[in-house]
């Protein structure tokens, strides 16, 4: 049954993405200086792998991010109850743009961090990282899922 569950899962995120799996586990974040950053992604589709996001962690490594991703636009806002690292949460676009970056967010803690506006993605990404890259909002995500061709819509 778990299995078929595995199964399941996998032809679901196949079918609704349309990308193969290494493809969709790699993103770019490329900087308004041309500066360009890569990063290897843990995805959280399904609501119980976006309630959990990276809590209980102990460590990320420094080229790596979780990608959260709503086909349809949405309000997002986070918390960091459970999760153990301080992290950069940055609100994307349907085209790829950077809206906004809630910077060092606390650790085990209730305070609540928004997007600001409707967004179709969060990258997750170890804390003060996007300050040391010089990644800053009115940059741009590039991976398949965004931008023209890609599977997020705003409207």
């Known amino acids: 049954m778990r299995r078929a569950s595995f199964l399941l899962i996998f032809l679901f995120t196949f079918v ?9 586990r790699r993103a770019v974040i490329e900087t308004k200086s041309g500066a360009v950053h890569a ?6 589709l399904t609501p119980e792998e976006q309630q959990k996001g990276l809590m209980f962690r102990t460590k990320l490594p420094e080229n790596a991010g979780m990608l959260f991703f709503h086909r349809v636009c949405v309000p997002a806002s986070f918390w ?9 949460m940055i609100f994307i676009a349907a085209d ?6 809630a910077e060092m967010t606390e650790p085990e803690t ?9 967004v179709n993605g ?25 931008g023209p061709g890609g599977e997020a819509t705003c409207g």
């Open 122 to 146: 969060i990258l997750e990404i170890n804390g003060g990282l996007s300050q040391r890259l010089g990644i800053g909002e009115g940059d741009y995500l590039r991976h398949p899922w965004f």
């Open 39 to 44: 990063f290897e992604l843990e995805l959280a």
């Open 110 to 118: 209730l305070d609540i961090h928004v997007s600001g506006e409707p």
């Open 16 to 24: 609704l993405f349309g990308c193969d799996g290494e493809e969709v």
């Open 80 to 88: 960091m109850k459970n999760t153990l690292l301080p992290l950069d």
């Open 96 to 101: 790829g743009r950077i809206v906004r970056i």
